[in-house]
């Protein structure tokens, strides 16, 4: 009797066994049963012959029309013509010396075909297809019962294991499975009416019919959802155990004074966001807060209230960027935010005054000295940096250690590594930090479920009243050349007649011939990611890209600057410059001293300068439909309205195209997240650290399936409360085990 976790070596002959694992990776019973079939064909329904592509490793249903045996013209020897049909178009199959197989292959005959499709002159065929006849003889009575009912499994199979070979090996241990527990409990399964496992195992592999597949599909991916959701719900519950100092408001301190300045009211989601985070630093374990909105939906605000509120109780706050330029720009406007409530012991400082303290990588040892010791001797409430606050510098009284860490805020989270959030949270002394994530990516909700799992969800849906909607525009440069140059007049008056300021963005650095297309070499790794053309986006583009190399920021500021641009204040910035020469340019500009910005995405996520109006994007076709939203961002963030051209040489009626036109269309952050998911498929998004989850997420798809994550997540949670080491749901504590050695053995591979 095969159990799941047996070995194929025992069950099937070392040949088979050796081919399954070789070709498909298929190591035990669970393995094989877990490779479920791509599509079903019908009986009597035969493929699509105009659905083939070239180059497509294929199995086809299909009737035999014709078989003929001809001697070759150039070489010595036999070939035998087989051509398939579906009743409209023909597949010719070739086999070269099996002039046997005249006598076998007869007209009339249904037979499934495997093999790649290629093209010679108008004819598509496959050399040498596996092939095996339905209803013949030969094929033995079994097999042939086996297909006039049923629907055909056809698996993802590759060239030296035809589908139905997998078929055929999947029906063996079928007819021995031996599953004693199942890893849905009965109460779960009966809840919301979902078949048992053999039963699915069965259903999804051999179906009577259409409905009954179906329902092994859905019982199938609720297990997919179901463990994982069990594994983040016992990770929350071990995150809710650790002990964590509660930090209570304090009449009287920072906050209230804070709140006092500020020179807006909170919009209601920025106020129950914040509501919500007061009440979890007042627990006694830490708090996991995922906190995501649009670009200028205000969490910055959020951020400073909660780091105040831990100020106020003794303890200190560290808000991380992902660059250099982040952080000093977030040193910059928190320290204006707070005004004389930052100056502590300095003239004109508050009473209540804290310090904000800024540590980066590119700072002198002696300003990083004093620094750290303000850090260290607790004078800095709060303290900003980049990873340079994670990893300490060899020498001892560079460490950096912090007098009483109370809070961790971490701004946009995609750039972090769970690892790295786990080295600052352990800086804290006796206790775990807070933990306040922050997102300017939206993501749908299941994906966040399943990608942030272990973190609570806020989400900021509205943006501060009176914003003016950012007007995006796609500019075809390549159809239209003087489209470009009225987008150059545009810029300048932006600049010349509204005061504005512009950014051009372009993505690569240029300048050097070695450099690698499209990404922005830099010595800051958080920014190398930046670029996310290349990640997914290759395969789906029919941009021009391959015509010309793509616009560089050095080459392209050359020719404003000589051109189109002459006389307007411009400067660059890149990934390739010196920490404290971006900064300065960042100052510049934010002080209104350049016109406009010439730049790689280092301008993507979070940099403010209200007074930028315009941006314009060259090649905008290089980047994905998420990252064009973030860039854009980056104007309009002040009273005056933004303007956003997507400058690309990409065809119309292209997809690249059509991408563009789909951000230029929408404005809003989740929708576009949604696409840019189903576009760049979900593997590319959740990044590598997600591989070996998205290898066990097999028919489960985060966009589509919401209500059943949904479902699970709320079954999974409240199993574990009642259940936390899964005493009593073995199978499920088994499922879980090989679900998480599959994630380390992905993630060792990687590493
Ligand atoms: P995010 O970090 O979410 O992109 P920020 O916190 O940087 O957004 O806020 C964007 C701008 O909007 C900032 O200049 C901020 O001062 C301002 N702002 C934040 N909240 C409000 C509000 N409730 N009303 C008006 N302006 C606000
Ligand atoms: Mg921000």
């Known amino acids: 009797m095969a159990r799941l976790d047996e070995r194929l070596d025992r069950v099937f002959d070392p040949r088979t066994a050796k081919v399954l694992a070789g070709a498909l990776d298929l190591r035990t019973v669970g393995d094989l049963l877990h490779h479920y079939p791509r599509r079903y064909e019908k009986h009597g329904e035969l493929t699509d012959m105009a659905s083939l592509r070239d180059g497509e490793q294929v199995t086809v249903l299909a009737k035999i029309a014709s078989c003929t045996t001809r001697r070759m013209q150039r070489k010595r020897g036999w070939v035998t013509e087989v051509r398939v049909t579906d009743g409209h178009g023909v597949l010719t199959l070739l086999f070269f010396q099996q002039r046997y197989l005249e006598a076998k292959l007869r007209p009339g005959q249904h037979g499934l075909f495997a093999g790649e499709v290629s093209t010679y002159g108008s004819r598509r065929q496959l050399v040498h ?142 106020r129950e966001a914040g509501a919500d985070i007061t009440t979890a630093l007042c627990r006694d374990h830490p708090m996991h807060r995922l906190l995501q909105g649009e670009v200028g939906s205000g969490k910055t605000v959020i951020a400073v209230r909660a780091m105040l509120q831990v100020v106020d109780d003794g303890g200190q706050a560290a808000l991380l960027a992902p660059t250099e330029v982040l952080a000093q720009q977030h040193y910059r406007s928190i320290v204006e935010l707070l005004g004389p409530l930052a100056h502590a012991g300095q003239l004109g400082g508050a009473e209540q005054a804290t310090r904000v303290a800024l540590v980066t990588g590119s700072q002198g040892a002696r300003v990083r000295k004093e620094t750290l010791r303000d850090v260290r001797f607790g004078d800095a409430g709060i303290v900003i940096g980049t990873h340079a606050l994670l990893y300490d510098r060899a020498k001892d009284d560079e460490r950096v250690e912090f007098f009483d860490l109370g809070l961790v805020v971490v701004d946009e989270q995609h750039r972090f590594g769970v690892e790295q959030r786990d080295a600052l949270r352990g800086k804290a002394r006796d206790s775990r930090p807070h933990l306040l994530v922050m997102t300017a990516t939206p993501i749908p909700r299941t994906v966040a479920m399943t990608v942030f799992g272990d973190l609570d969800i806020l989400t900021l849906t509205e943006l501060p009243a009176g914003r003016v909607p950012i007007q995006t525009h796609v500019v075809p440069a390549a159809e239209k050349p003087h489209y470009l140059a009225r987008t150059w007049a545009r ?96 100052r510049e500009f934010a002080d209104g001293s350049v016109d406009v910005l010439v730049a790689t995405t280092v301008v993507e996520v979070g940099v403010d300068v209200p007074n930028a109006t315009a941006m314009v994007i060259m090649d905008a076709d290089r980047f994905g439909v998420s990252q064009l939203h973030q860039l854009r961002g980056r104007v309009g963030r002040g009273a005056k309205p933004g303007l956003c051209l997507l400058v690309t040489d990409a065809p119309e009626g292209g997809k690249a195209r059509e991408r563009l036109d789909l951000v230029a269309a929408t404005l809003d952050g989740f929708e576009l997240s949604r696409i840019d998911l189903e576009q760049r498929g979900e593997g590319n998004v959740l990044g590598a650290a997600q591989a070996g989850r998205k290898k066990s997420l097999r028919l489960l798809t985060l966009l589509n399936d919401g209500k059943l994550i949904v479902d699970a997540r709320q079954e999974a949670t409240a199993l574990v409360a009642a259940d936390p080491g899964l005493a009593s749901h073995p199978a499920l504590a088994a499922a879980i085990t090989a679900l998480l050695d599959e994630e380390q053995a992905e993630f060792l591979e990687k590493a």
């Open 491 to 586: 810029l300048r008056e932006e600049v010349e007649k509204s005061g504005g300021q512009a950014y051009v963005v372009c993505p690569r650095i240029g300048g050097d011939a070695s450099e690698s297309n499209n990404s922005d070499t830099t010595e800051d790794p958080a920014e190398s990611s930046s670029t996310d053309a290349g990640s997914g986006l290759a395969e789906l583009d029919d941009s021009a890209a391959a015509a010309r190399p793509p616009h560089a920021v050095l080459d392209t500021a050359a020719e404003l600057s000589s051109g189109p641009l002459a006389g307007l204040r411009l400067r660059i910035m890149h990934g390739r410059m010196a920490a404290d020469e971006k900064d300065a340019v960042m």
């Open 129 to 270: 297809p596996d092939y095996e006849l339905i209803g013949a003889a030969e094929a033995g009575a079994e097999l042939a019962a086996e297909y006039v009912d049923n629907l055909i499994p056809v698996y993802p199979a590759s060239a030296k294991l035809p589908s139905w070979k997998i078929a055929k090996a999947i029906r063996t241990v079928l007819d021995t499975l031996d599953i004693a527990d199942d890893p849905l409990p009965a109460e779960v399964r009966q809840r919301h009416g979902l078949s048992g496992l053999v039963e699915a195992l069965h259903a999804i592999h051999r179906p009577v019919d259409e409905t009954d597949m179906r329902r092994a599909r859905h019982r199938l991916k609720w297990d997919e959802a179901f463990v994982l959701q069990t594994v983040l719900a016992q990770r929350r519950r071990a995150q809710d155990a650790l002990p964590a100092t509660p930090r209570i408001p304090r009449g009287g301190g920072l906050l209230e004074a804070f709140d006092a300045r500020l020179p807006f009211t909170l919009t209601a989601g920025q």
